[in-house]
């Protein structure tokens, strides 16, 4: 009823509007000009929703007067010790939360959750091109935080805190509300009389435990929150000692819980969370295989440069960075003299110590580094020196265990006759595929070469990058594991319906 009013009312426009023009106005352009009418109509109705909001609010204090701890300690206090692991800076202390105070919080994000569960995708998208321009005009301060509470230099921040968050920001911003519309799905013969649709519907309470710096990086989203009219009481944190962890992972009021760390905390958060059956999504780090097949020896020069910063991103401690080298023989004689020139002259970690003993005493040779450097400035913080290490069998500790530090292990890969790229493959896979984990796999080769395209498909991992270094966020796919890398997918249509 309403269409048909609305056609009548244009028809007789149409007929009143043309009777004062000297020629003949085809129908269609009278059909184009009302629908840019209406849009512009929309567009002037909704266009404050969509604009971005400016806000600001107060950083993170820092002491007046700069103290280096000596020896930072959290013994014979209940607070936290914040410190720059850097220099030794004392920052400040931090209560920890007590099960009563994470009742308090739970309840709090709840409250604030059932408010916004009834806010439309628009809504919420709003907040989120508030954060864009605020995150890339915060820089400055972004890295300070980053720097002061992690130990990272500003070029790893950038890469892995602005770059990876403004991406996914404007990601979800562009492709979010398409992963998250109903679905219609097929039916059958039985069942014609139904119809069949998937609905996503917000979780409820996320429990995230993730990196230390995310307490000022959740004030940006509380922020953006304030500046639209919603509670902030919708982020929460939580700082706690072991002793209550598993009290937060086993909350029934908590309906899913994101756990970015190694194994063996995996398995007590896993175990906390059983008991109130808390699904969990578990990213537990990697180690990572890079190869170069000989195919990719005419560009080995520029692949040691992505081979170097896959390995020592973050002085080594990250999750997808690459943790054994893995090289074809004619391109393992022409990396080693390369690696070990780069590797001597890099600026500046874990008893790495031990990893790189147990490696030599079973025959591994080491060319650059493995010990560690005594700061002049602050002789007491933690630096390890890059280290390179040749001549890595499989039953070495180095090989097998995530050491999550500057160090490049290199491995040359079996040196025979082969019947076939398939076997060839299968050699080299056996290698990259042995330890107990899975989450990425990095390959370097000719497009055109068979034995690549084998080993892409006999990889043992959650992802796969070719020609490439752990792009698999920044491109918004689905991020995660197997096995012993964990379960479950955060990023992309698959992490934003899963969480």
């Known amino acids: 009823?309403?269409?048909?009013?609305?056609?009548?009312?244009?028809?007789?426009?149409?007929?009143?509007?043309?009777?004062?023009?000297?020629?003949?106005?085809?129908?269609?352009?009278?059909?184009?000009?009302?629908?840019?009418?209406?849009?512009?109509?929309?567009?002037?109705?909704?266009?404050?929703?969509?604009?971005?909001?400016?806000?600001?609010?107060?950083?993170?204090?820092?002491?007046?007067?700069?103290?280096?701890?000596?020896?930072?300690?959290?013994?014979?206090?209940?607070?936290?010790?914040?410190?720059?692991?850097?220099?030794?800076?004392?920052?400040?202390?931090?209560?920890?939360?007590?099960?009563?105070?994470?009742?308090?919080?739970?309840?709090?994000?709840?409250?604030?959750?059932?408010?916004?569960?009834?806010?439309?995708?628009?809504?919420?998208?709003?907040?989120?091109?508030?954060?864009?321009?605020?995150?890339?005009?915060?820089?400055?301060?972004?890295?300070?935080?980053?720097?002061?509470?992690?130990?990272?230099?500003?070029?790893?921040?950038?890469?892995?805190?602005?770059?990876?968050?403004?991406?996914?920001?404007?990601?979800?911003?562009?492709?979010?509300?398409?992963?998250?519309?109903?679905s219609k799905r097929p039916t059958n013969l039985l069942l014609l009389h139904n119809r069949n649709i998937v609905i996503y519907e917000p979780l409820g309470v996320v429990a995230a435990l993730t990196a230390w710096s995310a307490q000022y990086f959740a004030s940006i989203a509380r922020g953006a929150l304030v500046a639209h009219g919603h509670d902030p009481g919708l982020i929460q944190t939580i700082v706690c000692w072991p002793q209550t962890a598993a009290y937060i992972t086993s909350q029934p009021a908590i309906s899913h819980i994101t756990f970015v760390g190694s194994q063996a905390v995996a398995q007590k958060v896993a175990a906390a969370a059983a008991k109130a059956l808390i699904p969990v999504c578990a990213e537990l780090g990697g180690k990572d295989p890079f190869i170069l097949l000989q195919s990719a020896l005419p560009n080995v020069k520029s692949i040691v440069e992505v081979l170097l910063r896959a390995t020592f991103q973050s002085s080594g401690q990250n999750c997808i960075g690459a943790e054994r080298s893995i090289a074809a023989p004619g391109v393992y004689d022409h990396l080693i003299p390369l690696l070990t020139d780069r590797i001597k002259d890099l600026r500046l970690g874990l008893d790495l110590e031990s990893f790189i003993g147990d490696a030599i005493l079973h025959g591994a040779h080491v060319l650059a580094g493995a010990k560690r450097h005594v700061h002049p400035d602050w002789p007491r913080r933690h630096y390890f020196l890059p280290t390179l290490i040749v001549d890595v069998t499989p039953e070495m500790e180095i090989a097998n265990e995530e050491y999550f530090g500057p160090i490049l292990i290199l491995r040359k890969a079996e040196n025979g006759n082969f019947s076939s790229p398939e076997a060839e493959a299968e050699a080299i896979l056996k290698m990259a595929n042995a330890p107990n984990f899975g989450l990425g796999s990095f390959v370097f080769g000719r497009d055109s070469d068979p034995v690549l395209k084998a080993i892409v498909h006999g990889f043992k991992a959650g992802m796969i990058a070719v020609y490439n270094f752990a792009t698999y966020f920044a491109a918004q796919k689905p991020f995660g594991g197997i096995e012993g890398s964990g379960y479950g997918r955060f990023a992309g249509e698959e992490g934003l319906r899963g969480h």
């Open 1 to 182: 009823m309403a269409l048909q009013l609305l056609e009548d009312w244009l028809n007789q426009a149409e007929l009143a509007l043309q009777q004062g023009l000297p020629i003949e106005v085809a129908h269609y352009i009278w059909a184009a000009l009302w629908t840019a009418l209406g849009a512009a109509a929309l567009y002037r109705t909704y266009r404050p929703l969509d604009k971005p909001r400016l806000y600001s609010f107060s950083g993170p204090k820092v002491p007046e007067r700069e103290e280096i701890l000596e020896q930072p300690s959290t013994s014979g206090t209940l607070a936290i010790q914040c410190y720059n692991s850097t220099t030794g800076q004392f920052l400040g202390l931090i209560n920890p939360s007590t099960p009563a105070a994470v009742d308090r919080i739970i309840e709090q994000a709840a409250t604030a959750q059932k408010k916004r569960a009834a806010t439309s995708f628009r809504e919420r998208r709003a907040v989120l091109r508030s954060m864009l321009p605020h995150v890339l005009d915060n820089q400055e301060m972004i890295y300070k935080v980053a720097c002061l509470n992690s130990g990272k230099n500003m070029v790893d921040v950038q890469v892995g805190e602005i770059l990876i968050t403004t991406k996914k920001l404007q990601w979800t911003i562009k492709y979010g509300e398409r992963a998250l519309v109903p």
